[in-house]
């Protein structure tokens, strides 16, 4: 198959990882794959796979993500067999590329959707929910046919180490950058500094834990809502104990060095960061929103928090800090077990493909 993968940008976020995964993936497959994106280069330009074809439609990096000259043009030149559109801005272009191939769009947010969007969802040969609550959200929502929309949860792109002992030292290594004292338990959260993303809602929760256990709070990326955050520790005297480790190409290391995964994001649809915290083995308390529920195990592997609830989710994460080595072994283990058997890269990527063969005509003999 002749595939095309349209994506705005490849900055450090989960869908841009995803659309990365899926091209690497379907080249090695042996499909003739182009990765296209609105803006040259990014963050994450550096992991495609010299098996995909790279092209961008601006000339030089303008900063408009929205800004995509030439689009049809180059679609046509290309000339593909099926377009897989990724991320909310390449979904609201997706409708006018209908007349030139298949066309699926896919559902991966929990924010609204601008116009552009729901024509797509309405112009589009079939879509792609990545959990399950974001496809009942498509029909119980904006109408659309259940048989229209296929779900396919996001792929693990950060597998743990293998080696018990690397792992070890990844561990040692990054609580001694961080100035991390041994002992201390650290809670963790991996994603994009954006408000939406609500990391100072983290700050405020971990403000009313004790002080024993010693512990710390990570909060790794990079965006526009990081100055605040920074600001925001330092205002309420806890400078010294939640870290801003940057952005991290991979961050696997990252959940070597940490005890439990911590998320207070308002909108999700499925989150990469806590699938693959739970690979890891970490236990997860999230706040509740779209998706969230359908990353882990309710009540064995994670827990789910309402919105706003700091007083409940001080509670898990204290049962967390406090749990015995036996019960945080069986945690990791569940943890581990559920993300592998139910986000491993083969299974989606198997998906997509078995998906894009019953949209495409089969070929002529």
């Not at 099926?82 to 801005?89: D, F, K």
């Not at 552009?116 to 496809?135: K, P």
């Not at 409940?312 to 069986?330: I, S």
Request: charged share 20%; net charge positive; proline share 8%.
């Amino acid at each position: 198959m002749r595939l095309l993968i349209l994506q705005d940008y490849l900055r450090s976020g989960g869908t841009e990882r995803q659309s990365i995964l899926l091209a690497n993936a379907f080249a090695a497959a042996g499909h003739a794959t182009t990765l296209l994106t609105f803006r040259p280069g990014g963050a994450l330009a550096r992991n495609i796979s010299p098996a995909v074809t790279r092209a961008s439609l601006q000339p030089r990096d303008l900063g408009l993500d929205w800004f995509a000259p030439g689009l049809r043009r180059k679609v046509r030149a290309l000339h593909p067999e099926l377009v897989l559109l990724m991320g909310r801005m390449a979904n609201c272009f997706g409708w006018r590329l209908t007349p030139i191939a298949p066309v699926v769009a896919t559902m991966r947010t929990g924010k609204p959707l601008p116009a552009w969007f729901h024509r797509t969802l309405r112009a589009s040969r079939h879509i792609v929910a990545n959990s399950r609550e974001a496809r009942d959200h498509l029909v119980q929502k904006h109408r659309l046919a259940q048989d229209q929309v296929a779900v396919i949860p996001n792929s693990l792109v950060f597998p743990p180490e293998a080696d018990a002992t690397l792992a070890a030292a990844r561990r040692a290594e990054w609580r001694a950058r961080l100035g991390t004292p041994p002992e201390a338990q650290v809670l963790v959260c991996v994603a994009m500094f954006r408000p939406e993303k609500n990391q100072q809602e983290l700050i405020e929760i971990v403000r009313g834990l004790p002080a024993s256990p010693t512990w710390e709070l990570w909060l790794a990326g990079e965006g526009p809502a990081l100055a605040a955050c920074r600001r925001r520790a330092e205002e309420v005297g806890l400078s010294a104990r939640v870290r801003f480790p940057g952005f991290v190409p991979d961050p696997s290391p990252l959940y070597a060095a940490a005890d439990v995964a911590v998320h207070a994001s308002r909108s999700e649809a499925l989150s990469n960061f806590l699938i693959e915290a739970q690979a890891h083995g970490l236990p997860i308390v999230a706040a509740a929103a779209q998706g969230i529920g359908e990353c882990f195990l309710p009540g064995e592997t994670g827990w789910m928090i309402p919105q706003g609830d700091h007083a409940a989710f001080r509670e898990h994460l204290r049962a967390c800090l406090g749990a015995d080595p036996e019960v945080r072994a069986k945690r990791a283990r569940q943890s581990r077990e559920f993300a592998r058997e139910n986000f491993a890269p083969a299974r989606q990527v198997a998906a997509y493909l078995d998906l894009f063969a019953q949209l495409l005509p089969a070929p002529r003999t």
